[in-house]
């Protein structure tokens, strides 16, 4: 039986175009999601789903990178109508119990968290599948395999699927129509060293195409794997040659910011596009997650 299409499900985040993903798989028995973006965009994602006659009662499977709220929010929306929600073994108690993650993003987030994230419900532990590397989810014709690619955070799985490559937020943030790849790097989990691993991880695999949440899908497979490494190279430069002598706190999220959208501007991103890449991927978050990562990896880091 050849498999069904790929639809990319665009949720319009904060209101912009092609910023987070939802990929619909439909199969016999209803279909399947990779990623279902925040509770702030279950009505979007319902109205994406009625585009193709189906209901959240139609989704029997959620696939989710990680519980980052952007990729895993709405969850427990699914899981409400009936859905099994696949996620790494490791990120699994926190959709169970969100209060934690939803205690660690409004620290970071403060007012803005239901503008940005809306409601994010529990998912019953009997609707959650807890994932482990090389696993393979088997529903009806679609036959994924997950893969432990951690870097962007611990609990972090790509899938695989007939060659395409289902990469969350460890194979970087790429625009349509754009040649540029841009690391998101928020805290508290980023780790340079662990996404250089699973970089090779991604080399080694059988990809045709990279679909990543933010956003959409690409067929250039080879360039871009070289360009998520030289983005890595550049993180790994700037990094410590900046922490070396940083500027004060007060100017550092500015610092990063500047840096970040001059790489873009050299890869030929303008303003228009920046906006998406800025909303997909705050600047400030880098600056946030990169202290965060010097303070507890930059010994070794700047040794490697």
């Given at each position: 039986?050849p498999?069904?299409?790929?639809?990319?499900?665009?949720l319009?985040?904060q209101?912009?175009?092609?910023?987070i993903?939802?990929?619909?798989?439909?199969?016999?028995?209803?279909?399947?999601?990779?990623?279902?973006?925040?509770?702030?965009?279950?009505?979007?994602?319902?109205?994406?789903?009625?585009?193709?006659?189906?209901?959240?009662?139609?989704?029997?499977?959620?696939?989710?990178?990680?519980?980052?709220?952007?990729?895993?929010?709405?969850?427990?929306?699914?899981?409400?109508?009936?859905?099994?929600?696949?996620?790494?073994?490791?990120?699994?108690?926190?959709?169970?119990?969100?209060?934690?993650l939803?205690?660690?993003?409004?620290?970071?987030?403060g007012?803005?968290?239901?503008?940005?994230?809306?409601?994010?419900?529990?998912?019953p532990?009997?609707?959650?599948?807890?994932?482990?590397?090389?696993?393979?989810?088997e529903?009806?014709?679609l036959?994924f395999?997950?893969?432990?690619?951690?870097?962007?955070?611990?609990?972090?799985?790509?899938?695989?699927?007939?060659?395409?490559?289902?990469?969350?937020?460890?194979?970087?943030?790429?625009?349509?129509?754009?040649?540029?790849?841009?690391?998101?790097?928020?805290?508290p989990?980023?780790?340079?060293?662990?996404?250089?691993?699973?970089?090779?991880?991604?080399?080694?695999?059988?990809?045709?195409?990279?679909?990543?949440t933010?956003?959409?899908?690409?067929?250039?497979?080879?360039?871009?794997?070289?360009?998520?490494?030289?983005?890595?190279?550049?993180t790994?430069?700037?990094?410590?040659?900046?922490?070396?002598?940083?500027?004060?706190?007060?100017?550092?999220?500015?610092?990063?910011?500047?840096?970040?959208?001059?790489?873009?501007?050299a890869?030929?991103?303008?303003?228009a596009?920046?906006?998406?890449?800025?909303?997909?991927?705050?600047?400030?978050?880098?600056?946030?997650?990169?202290?965060?990562?010097?303070?507890?990896?930059g010994a070794?880091?700047?040794?490697?």
């Amino acid at each position: 039986m050849p498999l069904p299409p790929v639809h990319t499900l665009d949720l319009h985040f904060q209101d912009v175009p092609g910023t987070i993903a939802s990929y619909l798989l439909p199969h016999p028995s209803g279909a399947v999601l990779v990623e279902c973006g925040p509770g702030s965009t279950f009505d979007v994602l319902t109205r994406c789903l009625a585009k193709y006659d189906l209901t959240p009662e139609d989704v029997t499977d959620v696939l989710v990178t990680h519980i980052h709220l952007d990729h895993a929010g709405a969850a427990g929306h699914l899981a409400r109508h009936g859905a099994t929600v696949h996620v790494h073994h490791v990120g699994a108690p926190h959709l169970a119990d969100p209060t934690k993650l939803l205690n660690s993003a409004e620290r970071i987030y403060g007012d803005a968290m239901d503008r940005l994230w809306g409601t994010t419900h529990p998912v019953p532990a009997d609707q959650i599948h807890e994932l482990h590397d090389g696993d393979v989810i088997e529903i009806g014709p679609l036959s994924f395999t997950a893969l432990d690619t951690p870097g962007h955070a611990y609990h972090h799985m790509t899938y695989l699927l007939d060659g395409i490559c289902f990469t969350g937020d460890v194979g970087g943030v790429r625009m349509q129509g754009t040649g540029h790849v841009m690391l998101p790097l928020p805290p508290p989990e980023i780790h340079l060293g662990l996404w250089r691993e699973s970089l090779t991880t991604l080399r080694q695999a059988d990809i045709d195409r990279f679909a990543p949440t933010h956003f959409g899908l690409f067929a250039d497979v080879d360039w871009h794997l070289e360009a998520l490494e030289r983005a890595l190279d550049r993180t790994e430069q700037w990094t410590a040659s900046t922490m070396e002598d940083p500027p004060p706190e007060v100017l550092f999220k500015t610092h990063v910011s500047a840096w970040q959208r001059d790489l873009a501007r050299a890869d030929g991103v303008d303003a228009a596009t920046w906006n998406r890449y800025e909303t997909a991927n705050p600047p400030w978050m880098a600056a946030a997650g990169l202290k965060r990562y010097w303070k507890k990896h930059g010994a070794d880091a700047a040794t490697t």
